[in-house]
């Protein structure tokens, strides 16, 4: 789980545009 806050803290700077899609698209990138 701790890896998924870190993952989403890492695409959150970096996917800032697509920041509007959802906070699902976020989930689904750090389950990966």
């Known amino acids: 789980m701790k890896k998924?806050?870190?993952r989403?803290?890492?695409l959150?700077?970096?996917h800032?545009?697509?920041r509007n899609?959802?906070?699902s698209e976020y989930?689904?990138?750090a389950d990966t």
């Open 21 to 23: 899609l959802s906070d």
């Open 16 to 18: 800032v545009g697509e």
């Open 4 to 6: 998924s806050i870190i």
């Open 12 to 14: 959150s700077p970096l």
């Open 8 to 10: 989403l803290k890492f």
């Open 27 to 29: 989930e689904i990138k």
